[in-house]
């Protein structure tokens, strides 16, 4: 397969790329996430299919095992497709696993609709990245990729806020009301990603199935060798992984504690649309962070994070009176450490890799960080069942707590610059 411009003139193209830079932004903000549907997800899910928290953590374990199964049909599909299409596919399968969510019964509901977001979700997150940097990514670098990735992420939260804001008073009138206005969206986002314009096009050749099949293996191989050579790769992974299960195992355990403190419907909802503007305004942060910080960037945002995580389950512990505001601060704190992480680990991973080897260096991202993901997620799962909400925060912050302090004193000057800044023994790559 070659990849070949798309169109004949520079004029062309130019006048395409501006009209990616400008739809990306407003299609970021509307298909980042699932509007409507995380402010309200624990209630619906304990409220409304009669799952409990841990058997939610359990169910949802599995979904970063089906993004790496559903590696080779989403390259399949982009190779095949080209980037527009494929996104376009992409989204319509994350209508598909709402409208499965509304549909079907229980833990099954969840385990059977994960297996169609996973495939969304895989083409969904390579093909509008590469979109945006196949339209501003200069010959140096990465142009106004940043820029405008990060104006997209603020509108999102902007958005999501004012979703979560809403979605608790109509949880209250009916339960499924918040996850049909989410379909709708998630219909909105698939009109958007119509609206986008292919700057390359693949050039298929003969047998090009079984090319693609030998190239999954050489992808694998790769990770496999380059996770075992490169200090700076392994450092990076094993960061995102222990990040990504954290903020995946919060959102479950922060609903948890705040039906524990017989937090209302409405009440639980606002909470959300605080700490989702909070996250909405922490990303417009993210430049600054990165520049006052550089490679230590990464500490500050997981010990904020974990630091606060810890404190919650001490307060539930100390059963302390009237800790709800004091809980709600803590947990914006981890909002904006997370809002600035998914930003800034998408640009690291991205800087970390050159035109030939982003793809491969993207299959062991996803490939690592998910398996060390799903570990944790079902023990953190399985904690939750055998014990309660106040043990289980404790103890799961005090072991993240401790598995950073290790991982960071790891990754020190590994990670965060750019790749002229490191040693050459810690970047080197099979090619």
Same mark, same amino acid.
């Given at each position: 397969?070659?990849?070949?411009?798309?169109?004949?003139?520079?004029?062309?193209?130019?006048?395409?790329?501006?009209?990616?830079?400008?739809v990306?932004?407003?299609?970021?903000m509307?298909?980042?996430?699932?509007l409507?549907?995380?402010?309200?997800?624990?209630?619906?899910?304990?409220?409304?299919?009669?799952?409990?928290?841990g058997?939610?953590?359990?169910?949802?374990?599995? !979904?970063?095992?089906?993004?790496?199964?559903?590696?080779?049909?989403?390259?399949?599909? #982009?190779?095949?497709l080209?980037?527009?299409?494929? &996104?376009?596919?992409g989204?319509?399968?994350?209508?598909?696993? $709402?409208l499965?969510?509304? $549909?079907?019964?229980?833990?099954?509901?969840?385990?059977? *609709?994960?297996?169609?977001?996973? !495939?969304?979700?895989?083409i969904?997150?390579? +093909?509008?990245?590469?979109?945006?940097?196949?339209?501003?990514?200069?010959k140096?670098?990465?142009?106004?990729?940043?820029?405008?990735?990060g104006? %997209?992420?603020t509108?999102?939260?902007?958005?999501?806020?004012?979703?979560?804001?809403v979605? %608790?008073?109509?949880?209250?009138?009916?339960?499924?009301?918040?996850?049909?206005?989410?379909?709708?969206?998630?219909?909105?986002?698939?009109?958007?990603?119509?609206? @986008?314009?292919?700057?390359?096009?693949?050039?298929?050749?003969?047998?090009?199935? =079984?090319?693609?099949?030998?190239?999954?293996?050489?992808?694998f191989? @790769?990770?496999?060798?380059n996770?075992?050579?490169?200090?700076? &790769?392994? #450092?990076l992974?094993?960061?995102?992984?222990?990040?990504? #299960?954290?903020?995946?195992?919060?959102?479950t355990?922060?609903?948890?504690?705040?039906?524990?403190?017989?937090?209302?419907?409405?009440?639980?909802?606002?909470a959300?649309?605080?700490?989702t503007? /909070?996250?909405?305004? #922490?990303?417009?942060? +993210?430049?600054?962070?990165?520049?006052?910080?550089?490679?230590?960037?990464?500490?500050?945002?997981?010990?904020?994070?974990?630091?606060?995580?810890?404190?919650?389950?001490?307060?539930?512990?100390? +059963?302390t009176?009237?800790?709800?505001?004091?809980?709600? $601060?803590?947990? *914006?704190?981890?909002?904006?450490?997370? *809002?600035?992480?998914?930003?800034?680990?998408?640009?690291?991973?991205?800087?970390?890799?050159?035109?030939?080897?982003?793809?491969? /260096?993207?299959f062991?991202?996803?490939? =690592?960080?998910?398996?060390?993901?799903?570990? &944790?997620?079902?023990? *953190?799962?399985?904690? &939750?069942?055998?014990?309660?909400?106040?043990?289980?925060?404790? @103890?799961?912050?005090?072991?993240?707590?401790?598995?950073?302090?290790?991982?960071?004193d790891?990754?020190?000057?590994?990670?965060?610059?750019?790749?002229?800044?490191y040693?050459?023994?810690? $970047?080197?790559?099979?090619?």
């Amino acid at each position: 397969m070659k990849t070949i411009a798309k169109y004949k003139t520079k004029k062309e193209e130019i006048k395409a790329k501006k009209q990616n830079a400008k739809v990306f932004p407003i299609y970021k903000m509307f298909s980042w996430d699932l509007l409507f549907f995380y402010s309200t997800q624990y209630l619906f899910y304990t409220m409304v299919k009669g799952i409990t928290a841990g058997e939610i953590l359990k169910a949802n374990a599995f !979904f970063p095992l089906f993004i790496i199964i559903m590696q080779l049909p989403a390259a399949i599909c #982009a190779d095949f497709l080209g980037r527009k299409k494929s &996104l376009i596919l992409g989204n319509i399968m994350m209508t598909v696993y $709402i409208l499965l969510l509304i $549909i079907l019964p229980g833990v099954f509901g969840i385990f059977f *609709a994960n297996i169609f977001y996973a !495939f969304g979700y895989s083409i969904k997150s390579v +093909q509008e990245t590469n979109i945006l940097y196949d339209s501003t990514a200069t010959k140096g670098g990465e142009g106004l990729y940043p820029k405008i990735n990060g104006k %997209g992420a603020t509108g999102y939260y902007i958005l999501d806020g004012v979703a979560s804001l809403v979605s %608790g008073y109509l949880f209250v009138i009916n339960g499924y009301l918040p996850m049909v206005i989410c379909l709708i969206f998630t219909i909105i986002s698939t009109i958007i990603s119509t609206k @986008f314009k292919d700057i390359y096009v693949n050039k298929l050749e003969e047998n090009e199935l =079984s090319n693609k099949l030998k190239e999954y293996k050489e992808d694998f191989k @790769f990770s496999i060798k380059n996770i075992i050579k490169s200090k700076r &790769l392994r #450092a990076l992974l094993l960061f995102m992984g222990l990040f990504n #299960a954290m903020i995946t195992i919060t959102g479950t355990y922060k609903g948890n504690i705040l039906t524990e403190l017989d937090v209302k419907p409405e009440t639980f909802s606002m909470a959300n649309a605080i700490l989702t503007f /909070i996250a909405g305004i #922490a990303s417009t942060f +993210q430049n600054k962070i990165h520049n006052k910080f550089r490679n230590r960037t990464f500490t500050v945002l997981s010990i904020s994070y974990v630091s606060s995580l810890v404190s919650m389950g001490l307060l539930l512990y100390l +059963q302390t009176n009237n800790i709800l505001p004091v809980i709600l $601060i803590l947990l *914006a704190i981890t909002q904006f450490a997370m *809002a600035n992480y998914f930003v800034l680990s998408e640009r690291y991973s991205k800087n970390f890799s050159t035109p030939k080897t982003r793809s491969r /260096i993207s299959f062991s991202v996803e490939f =690592s960080t998910n398996i060390i993901e799903a570990i &944790l997620l079902f023990l *953190a799962g399985a904690l &939750l069942d055998s014990t309660n909400i106040i043990f289980a925060t404790l @103890f799961v912050g005090l072991i993240f707590l401790i598995l950073f302090v290790l991982v960071l004193d790891y990754m020190r000057t590994r990670i965060g610059l750019k790749p002229e800044e490191y040693e050459r023994k810690d $970047i080197e790559l099979e090619n």
